[in-house]
């Protein structure tokens, strides 16, 4: 077996990568901090933050705030926006510098770019798209709970001879905490050793995607393939509601609604107060991504499709006329 960068016992602390974006640091680290600190607090460990960037001190005090206890950054002109060369070299110094036990990133296009890079770098294992994570009872193991094959598989993943042992969990799995800008933490600048010449790719545009966050979503009205292309009564609804449209999987595949709304292991993971959910049969790989909503109401012409099973109302018809009626009802309280 290739050892790790570093051993077990040299290893310590609980980090969290923090991606940020213009300084803004990204929902899901800080969800990370909210289970990071859960995490931390049930073992007596310190929660650090890794910060990468330029001029990004607000983003230490946000993370602060969120639940760490110490934020490391890293400050340099040419992190100001994310490459995978010069964060995997900055972020590995850093952390062969300290040598953290664990290391949390997002499971984002670069935090899922950057966790690989650095575990092929550091020799160690990771686990990716994590459902949850747990230290193993008495132990400094971190264990990763993943799905696999479509969902019928429920892994437990831990790392158990090299350091860090690090995990990636998607934006909306964790809750996000709330922040406590009472909090006091620890803001240290780590040296960077950086240059262009160690930087192989060139940012010539940046495009902003405009799509919607189904994930920030309170109220959720979800169609499938039982809206047969329909979405103008969902979207009415999701209106009057004040809330977004979502999709299952095959909504999207055929064209009828947009990608960036469908929920599920391979769409969003949302957890809405309300969510509305129309024509969906409730596959597995639908409801890991509803499954947290707080009440969930479900419309379906077959009385045995598993959407039930989860649903807390369960509403069994063709759901054009439920919809309507939905509509008529609330255009008279909100015109
Ligand atoms: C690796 C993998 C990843 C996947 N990831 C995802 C994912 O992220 N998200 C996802 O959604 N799926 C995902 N899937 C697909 C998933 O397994 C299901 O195929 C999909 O969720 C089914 O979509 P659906 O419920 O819209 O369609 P169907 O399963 O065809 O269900 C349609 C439902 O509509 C009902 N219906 C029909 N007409 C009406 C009507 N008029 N009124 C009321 N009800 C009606 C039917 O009774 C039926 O229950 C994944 C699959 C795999 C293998």
Same mark, same amino acid.
């Given at each position: 077996?290739?050892?790790?960068?570093?051993?077990?016992?040299?290893?310590?602390?609980?980090?969290?990568?923090?991606?940020?974006?213009?300084?803004?640091?990204?929902?899901?680290?800080?969800? *990370? !901090? =909210?289970?990071?600190?859960?995490?931390? #607090?049930?073992? +007596?460990?310190?929660?650090?933050? $890794?910060?990468? %960037?330029?001029?990004?001190?607000?983003?230490?005090?946000?993370?602060?705030?969120?639940?760490?206890?110490?934020?490391?950054?890293?400050?340099?002109?040419?992190?100001?926006?994310?490459?995978?060369?010069?964060?995997?070299?900055?972020?590995?110094?850093?952390?062969?510098?300290?040598?953290?036990?664990?290391? *949390? !990133? =997002?499971?984002?296009?670069?935090?899922? #770019?950057?966790? +690989?890079?650095?575990?092929?770098? $550091?020799?160690? %294992?990771?686990?990716?798209?994590?459902?949850?994570?747990?230290?193993?009872?008495?132990?400094?193991?971190?264990?990763?709970?993943?799905?696999?094959?479509?969902?019928?598989?429920?892994?437990?993943?831990?790392?158990?001879?090299?350091?860090?042992?690090?995990?990636?969990?998607?934006?909306?799995?964790?809750? *996000?905490?709330?922040?406590?800008?009472?909090?006091?933490?620890?803001?240290?600048?780590?040296?960077?050793? $950086?240059?262009? %010449?160690?930087?192989?790719?060139?940012?010539?545009?940046?495009?902003?995607?405009?799509?919607?966050?189904?994930?920030?979503?309170?109220?959720?009205?979800?169609?499938?393939?039982?809206?047969?292309?329909?979405?103008?009564?969902?979207?009415?609804?999701?209106?009057?509601?004040?809330?977004?449209?979502?999709?299952?999987?095959?909504?999207?595949?055929?064209?009828?609604?947009?990608?960036?709304?469908?929920?599920?292991?391979?769409?969003?993971?949302?957890?809405?107060?309300?969510?509305?959910?129309?024509?969906?049969?409730?596959?597995?790989?639908?409801?890991?991504?509803?499954?947290?909503?707080?009440?969930?109401?479900?419309?379906?012409?077959?009385?045995?499709?598993?959407?039930?099973?989860?649903?807390?109302?369960?509403?069994?018809?063709?759901?054009?006329?439920?919809?309507?009626?939905?509509?008529?009802?609330?255009?008279?309280?909100?015109?």
């Amino acid at each position: 077996m290739i050892p790790s960068a570093y051993f077990p016992a040299e290893a310590s602390g609980l980090w969290v990568f923090l991606e940020q974006e213009a300084g803004k640091l990204e929902s899901v680290a800080l969800e *990370l !901090l =909210g289970k990071g600190r859960e995490l931390a #607090d049930a073992r +007596g460990l310190p929660l650090t933050g $890794l910060l990468l %960037g330029h001029g990004v001190e607000h983003a230490a005090l946000e993370a602060i705030a969120h639940g760490a206890d110490h934020v490391l950054i890293a400050d340099h002109a040419l992190l100001d926006t994310y490459t995978t060369d010069g964060y995997t070299k900055v972020a590995c110094q850093a952390i062969l510098d300290r040598k953290p036990e664990t290391l *949390l !990133l =997002g499971a984002t296009p670069n935090g899922r #770019d950057l966790a +690989g890079r650095l575990a092929v770098r $550091l020799k160690t %294992g990771l686990t990716a798209d994590c459902t949850n994570l747990a230290f193993q009872e008495g132990t400094d193991l971190l264990v990763g709970e993943v799905t696999g094959f479509g969902g019928g598989v429920l892994a437990s993943i831990k790392c158990a001879h090299h350091r860090p042992q690090m995990a990636t969990v998607r934006p909306g799995i964790f809750p *996000l905490p709330s922040p406590d800008p009472t909090r006091t933490g620890r803001i240290e600048w780590f040296s960077v050793t $950086l240059s262009p %010449g160690e930087i192989r790719t060139e940012i010539l545009e940046r495009v902003r995607h405009e799509g919607v966050d189904i994930t920030r979503a309170r109220v959720i009205v979800a169609g499938g393939r039982g809206v047969k292309g329909d979405f103008a009564p969902l979207t009415e609804l999701a209106r009057l509601l004040g809330g977004e449209v979502g999709a299952s999987r095959v909504a999207c595949d055929l064209g009828w609604i947009g990608r960036d709304r469908q929920i599920g292991q391979t769409g969003f993971v949302t957890r809405p107060k309300v969510a509305l959910v129309c024509g969906i049969s409730g596959a597995t790989q639908f409801t890991v991504g509803i499954k947290d909503a707080e009440l969930i109401i479900a419309i379906n012409s077959d009385p045995e499709a598993s959407i039930f099973e989860e649903a807390d109302l369960c509403i069994v018809d063709d759901l054009f006329p439920v919809l309507e009626a939905l509509i008529a009802e609330l255009r008279e309280e909100t015109p």
